[in-house]
């Protein structure tokens, strides 16, 4: 199993869930990614929307003021595209 981060400061909704989606798509099962977005909207988006498709949020951390860590699990039973 690998660990990833994907940065995604500065970019809006829906688009940081997409682009974190399109991630976990070429991510092998069981890998984990480490999600840095701005506070706010993208997380609750990223995270709900993630938890939705079967994946596991592992850790919601917050770095700074403006800035979270979301770790998540790329799950088999995710939904798939």
Do not use: W, Y
């Not at 981060?5 to 991510?27: A, I, Q, S």
């Not at 990614?33 to 498709?53: N, Q, T, W």
Request: hydrophobic share 40%; glycine share 4%.
């Amino acid at each position: 199993m690998a660990d990833h981060e994907l940065d995604l400061r500065g970019v809006v909704c829906p688009m940081n869930f997409v682009k974190t989606r399109l991630f976990l798509d070429k991510m092998a099962v069981g890998d984990l990614v480490k999600v840095i977005l701005d506070a706010g909207e993208p997380v609750e988006s990223v995270s709900s929307s993630v938890l939705a498709e079967g994946h596991q949020i592992e850790e919601t951390q917050q770095l700074s003021e403006q800035t979270f860590c979301i770790k998540i699990r790329k799950r088999e039973d995710a939904v798939k595209s």
